[in-house]
């Protein structure tokens, strides 16, 4: 693996941590050159909630391509685009009572993100953001304004403005009511708060520690948007397309979001694709005001219809969803049960769960002794305290038994290690 120490820069990151060089992958397992397999908790950072190489999404675009058919549009008109907006507002919206219009930013959340900050100052005409503690939007310059985690936020190199962060739900513990300190400081016109442009809100927060607001909590934050008029937006680029149940995660708090990023597994394939979703009449850009090169990659536009079709045309994936979430909680309250001392608290919805350990540097360990014994996970959280599950969405009953039990077994490995 020396070519990589040599040629590769030093911010990779995620190989450090698994130290094999990976080269096919089916469903819930990823194998590497030596033939060891692994089963994968990590799914591509929730890029993969329907597995690796899915059949059918496979099938369906290898018939595109092998028909030489569009790969690269931009933003002109192909069957391929039209395909995708029909049955995304057919399947995924109108179901829902959504009346949204599609923007095609570019290829990542981050653009998404960017979008839909860029869309909210030019709606409004004003400049302030505001996000919440321990917040993640992505790494570029606007989304790192609106990004908690202080390492992230100063390798951008430079100032990161026109953002304000406000407390996240139970951020105090519950010492002062919800939204206390946003409210007076709207209310109050010596507070040094310009009226924001928008408020931006993941409902779960994965890179911050996989923190969960409740549906009060999102209603509130809702209502206060709507009272004061700030456009609220929805960060569902790992939380949506089904990652805590429903499509949307904004589902079950009964909101409507003014703006929805949406990216990682709404390609379904793992290829690049996102799309920022609007009210219409926020739809005041003019013609080319906002563009990118790869806002029109049709290969993804392709798998994401069929993963609507396969996975979305009924309550099968949502219930199974939840129901696989409730085998994970229970497993992991267990082993947070047997080993009190060193873990803090399980939280997490559907298919997003964390284990909050006492000290920080166990969770790593915790996923070393993983990888070992051939799990997948990755860490979140600011002092990357927390042990992270984020399987498929297709993942099996057998193969959560199996990753658990893992997951188990690394526990007690850390907290009694071998001695000589």
Known sequence: MDVFARLESEVRGYCRGWPAVFTTAKGSYITDENGKTF???????????????????????MEYLEGDAIVHSLDMYTTAKRDFLERFNEIVLAPRDLDYKVQFPGPAGNHSVEAALKLARKYT?????????????????????????????????????????????????????????????????????????????????????????????LRHLSDLCKRHDILLIVDDVQMGCGRTGPFFSFEDAGIKPDIVCLSKSLSGYGLPFAVTLMRPELDVWEPGEHNGTFRGF?????????????????????????????????????????????????????????????????????????????????????????????????????ELDQGLAIIAEAMRAVRTPVTA
């Not at 929730?46 to 999404?57: E, I, Q």
């Open 125 to 217: 005409g004003r400049e302030t953001i505001v996000s919440f503690t321990n917040a993640f939007h992505g790494m570029t310059l606007g989304a790192l304004a609106v990004t908690g985690n202080s390492m992230k936020r100063t390798g951008a190199g430079v100032p990161l403005g026109h953002g304000v962060a406000m407390p996240y739900d139970n951020y105090l513990d519950g010492r002062t009511p919800d939204f206390l300190l946003f409210e007076t400081m709207l209310d109050d016109s010596g507070s040094g708060l310009d009226k924001p442009a928008a408020v931006i809100v993941e409902t779960v927060q994965g890179e911050g520690g996989i923190n969960v607001a409740s549906a009060d909590w």
């Open 39 to 61: 089963l994968d908790f990590f799914a591509g950072a929730g890029t993969l909630n329907y597995g690796h190489n899915n059949p059918d999404l496979k099938r369906r675009l």
């Open 298 to 398: 049709n290969p993804a536009f392709v798998t994401a219809t069929a993963a609507l079709e396969d996975f979305w045309t009924g309550e099968g994936m949502e219930k199974q969803t939840l129901a696989k979430g409730e085998q994970i909680e229970r497993a992991l309250n267990e082993i947070a049960l047997e080993h009190a001392g060193a873990v803090d608290t399980v939280r997490g919805r559907g298919l997003v769960w964390g284990m909050v350990m006492r000290d920080p540097e166990m969770a790593s360990k915790v996923c070393a002794e993983a990888f070992q014994r051939g799990l997948l996970m990755e860490t979140s959280g600011p002092e990357s305290e927390v042990v992270k599950l984020l399987p498929p969405l297709t993942v099996t009953e057998a």
